[in-house]
């Protein structure tokens, strides 16, 4: 399960065009450029944001496991 390879969208604080951003890029604290307005984009600025996306990612998967192995149960 890679996280890295989830897609995120970051908001140009310039024009508010949702860029797509792999959350490698956030995690290496990337620099991209706007598909808006072209302007750089310091991703250092939403790593809360990303974290927050990462920890739920996580939490969502959890619950998942939970639900596959009761269904297991069910079953056995
Ligand atoms: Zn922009």
Do not use: Y
């Not at 970051?10 to 072209?38: E, H, S, T």
């Not at 920890?55 to 596959?68: F, M």
Request: contains cysteine; glycine residues 2%.
């Amino acid at each position: 399960m890679d996280i890295d390879k989830f897609e995120a969208e970051v908001d140009c604080p310039r024009c508010q065009f949702a860029n797509p951003i792999w959350l490698k890029q956030a995690r290496l604290r990337d620099v991209i450029i706007c598909r808006g307005c072209k302007a750089n984009i310091q991703l250092d600025d939403s790593m809360n944001t990303v974290r927050k996306g990462v920890l739920s990612v996580h939490q969502a998967l959890d619950q998942l496991h939970h639900q596959i192995e009761s269904i297991n149960r069910l079953f056995r």
